[in-house]
């Protein structure tokens, strides 16, 4: 393993004062795995107090960040670096956090602790790899499997739930079975766990390559975070343009998303009102009139109960009430859609409609496929000819307006007139010819 220089010259200059020093668990894992690796932590037999003193003598700076639990982060030029002692930890009482912790001398006490076997590993140059658990073998083998008693490992922390699908979404494992039985067990503990953490886990399993698996086999653990998916797990869509049930959709199409945080929870949220729409016709084909309003609300609850940022809930809020919303292909139409939405969220719309159709029956949706390919290109021929669609596109302004007499709220109207008569192309975008227009 190639530790970088920084971590290695941290990690020299503690051992040279006579303590052990490793790089240990997610980074070591992913060296492993040949995957990229930016955070680096290190755990050393050194007691805090004697952390901070080596990094004295060796006038390096820190900030003691969690002494509690025995950790120190180093500031080496532009990046830092947690260190830890080896610990081990007493009784959980909220299903998160350790009471307290006691130091220890050994690192294997310290790796027994981990949640799992692919992130109890450890290493530095001179010892080569602690491996005490089985964590390369599972990781050859694709395995996520705790470290110990899994139903022990998840009342401690019950994040390691969210943890555990995590990675089977992002690395594409499998979890073995006496610790996958633990995780529905103990599943309804993510209800002590607090929305921020909840909301980091959600988001990498969203981003992993494995999500559509992961969705569809761990729904119930999803169900505890957003119980607003839990309606549609098993609803069918009895119609010709289906062939998944609602939850087998949804899953379909976060995966077909593009790898953006917004879209993917946009994907995973857009059918929740399904649940309280569905009607079956006289011919057994089942319908969702109005689904799109329902979803919206119930995704404006469950986004602000994972205290989402405002980045993401705005953009996820924007397309989902419209995701069914035709848009065309005709080159006035799309302008119309710009005006009213925007480029970023008409991009958005965009690729929410594409991942929709990707999970629907594919032998009804190759032709819709095509028309968004058509509309895309048309978007961007007429950003890329800066062709108008605001009323700051215009060749004339408010300005303007109150120099032939008009006052108050009718500059806006007429404004708005002028644009949907310049889109439509009714009028040039030429000041002379518009005020000409007006003067009639």
Known sequence: MIIPKKAKTLINIIEDAGYEAFAVGGCVRDFIMHRPCDDIDITTSAKPYEVEKVLIDNQIRFIETGLKHGTVTVLFDNDSFEVTTYRTDGTYNDSRHPENVAFVSDIKEDLSRRDFTINALAYNSDTGFVDLFGGRDDIDKKIIRAVGNPDKRFKEDALRIMRAIRFASVLSFDIEPITKKALFDNKD????????????????????????????????????????????????????????????????????????????????????????????????????????????????????????????????????????????????????????????????????????????????????????????????????????????????????????????????????????????????????????????
């Open 189 to 440: 503990l993510l209800k002590n766990i607090s929305a921020e953490r909840i909301y980091t886990e959600l988001s990498k399993l969203l981003l992993g390559d494995n999500v559509f698996n992961v969705l569809c086999e761990y729904k119930e653990i999803l169900g505890v975070v957003i119980p607003e998916l839990k309606p549609i797990f098993n609803i069918p869509q009895n119609t010709k343009w289906h062939i998944y049930n609602v939850w087998e959709h949804t899953a379909k199409a976060v995966e077909q998303s593009p790898k953006d945080l917004a879209l993917r929870y946009a994907m995973l949220l857009h059918d929740i009102g399904k649940a309280y729409t569905k009607t079956t016709d006289e011919n057994g084909t089942d319908h969702f009139k109005g689904h799109q309003k329902v979803s919206a609300d119930y995704s404006d609850i469950a986004l602000k109960r994972l205290k989402t940022p405002n980045e993401i809930f705005n953009r996820v809020m924007a397309v989902v009430p419209i995701h069914d919303m035709h848009i065309g292909t005709d080159r006035k139409k799309i302008k119309k859609w710009l005006s009213k939405l925007g480029e970023d969220t008409l991009r958005d719309l965009i690729a929410v409609k594409r991942s929709d159709k990707l999970a629907q029956n594919p032998e009804m949706t190759a032709q819709e496929l095509e028309n968004l390919l058509v509309t895309e290109k048309e978007l961007d021929s007429i950003i890329n000819d800066g062709e108008p669609f605001t009323v700051k596109d215009l060749a004339i302004n408010g300005y303007d307006l109150i120099s032939l007499g008009y006052t108050g709220k009718e500059i806006g109207d007429i404004l708005m007139l002028i644009l949907d008569k310049v889109i439509s192309g009714e009028l040039d975008n030429n000041k002379e010819v518009i005020l000409s227009y007006l003067q009639k």
